[in-house]
Every structure is written in structure tokens, then in C-alpha cells.
């Protein structure tokens, strides 16, 4: 099983981003994904999650308006779509799914 993150960078307060997550390895049509983040300095945050359908989504409310989950099971790749983000966003951004985990999207929103 592999997850193989892609996107990430430096964005401005404001600005948008998007992150990408493509699975390998297993049924990934079966499975909930998650989206979880590591500010500097602090514990692991849960951001968002999403079924295997896509038809029941989650957030956390501090994300909640703001970004998007969203996956394609024909590309066996699941989206974290980052509007209007904060100086709080900054983190690194791990996807998960059935116990696997990416290796980790630096975010840094900074003017």
C-alpha cells in the first residue's frame, strides 16, 4: 500500500491551494479518507474525512467553509481543495486511509 502525496507549498493569507493524494496498492474504492495536519509545535489536528462514496463529508470547524474534500475512485486519488487560507493553515498535511499514511504536504501561508 502506498499514498503518495502531491501538492503544498507557500501561499499567501488569502490565497488557495490544493493538495493531492493518489493510492496504490488496495480496493481504494472501499474506504473512508481522511486529511489530518501537524502545526508546528502542536499535536496532530483532524481536518477532514469523506466516505467511500463521497457522499458524506466532514470537517473540522476550524476548515469548515473554507476547504473542500473531494476524491476521484477511478484515479484512486482523493483532493484537499484550500480556500481563503490563514496563517493558522500552516502545517504539514498527511492524508490517511485504512490505518496508511502519506508522507506529509508542508503548507506554510505567510505574506
Known amino acids: 500500500v502506498l499514498l503518495v502525496q502531491s501538492g503544498g507549498g507557500l501561499v499567501q493569507p488569502g490565497g488557495s491551494l490544493r493538495l493531492s493524494c493518489a493510492g496504490s496498492?488496495?480496493?481504494?474504492?472501499?474506504?473512508?479518507m481522511s486529511w489530518v495536519r501537524q502545526a508546528p509545535g502542536k499535536g496532530l489536528e483532524w481536518v477532514s474525512r469523506?466516505?467511500?462514496?463521497?457522499?458524506?463529508?466532514f470537517y473540522s470547524d476550524s476548515v469548515k467553509g473554507r476547504f473542500t474534500i473531494s476524491r476521484d475512485n477511478a484515479k484512486n486519488t482523493w483532493y484537499l481543495q484550500m480556500n481563503y487560507v490563514q496563517v493558522g493553515d500552516t502545517a504539514v498535511y498527511y492524508c490517511?486511509?485504512?490505518?496508511?499514511w502519506g508522507q506529509g504536504a508542508h503548507v506554510a501561508v505567510s505574506s
Open positions: 490517511l486511509s485504512k490505518g496508511f
Open positions: 496498492g488496495f480496493n481504494f474504492g472501499d474506504y473512508w
Open positions: 469523506i466516505n467511500s462514496r463521497g457522499r458524506n463529508i
